[in-house]
Nanobody, 125 residues
Framework: QVQFVESGGASVPSGGSLRLSCAAS????????IGWFRQAPGKEREGVSC????????EYADSVTGRFTISRDNAKSTVYLQMNDLKPEDTAVYYC??????????????????WGQGTQVTVSS
């Protein structure tokens, strides 16, 4: 059974940092592009960042470019999201998922599966 578990969320002040982890089990992580997404209250889920299979490329939403860094450790079956200079607008539940249709980033959300329960990030002003 494939399972993704997100962790590392917390409440931090504006300007703070967090590192989120996405631990995968039941699949060979290296085969898949992995995305981080977030959903704020009353808003649609949006893509935040993606790392392609074999870690050959990464993508970021404009709103987090320069502040967030995605990385992966295939040996540990874990993908990380380092978040620096956090802002109140980063407050959301953060999810990770695997793209089952392509190994490179750029896919639509419906291509992603194995969504975890999410981890809450709250940034206070």
């Amino acid at each position: 059974q494939v399972q993704f578990v997100e962790s590392g969320g917390a409440s931090v002040p504006s300007g703070g940092s967090l590192r989120l982890s996405c631990a995968a089990s039941g699949l060979f992580l290296d085969y898949y592009a992995i995305g981080w997404f977030r959903q704020a209250p009353g808003k649609e889920r949006e893509g935040v960042s993606c790392t392609s299979a074999s870690d050959t490329s990464t993508e970021y939403a404009d709103s987090v470019t320069g502040r967030f860094t995605i990385s992966r450790d295939n040996a540990k079956s874990t993908v990380y999201l380092q978040m620096n200079d956090l802002k109140p607008e980063d407050t959301a539940v953060y999810y990770c998922a695997a793209n089952l249709m392509r190994r490179r980033c750029g896919g639509a959300q419906h291509e992603f599966a194995y969504w975890g329960q999410g981890t809450q990030v709250t940034v206070s002003s």
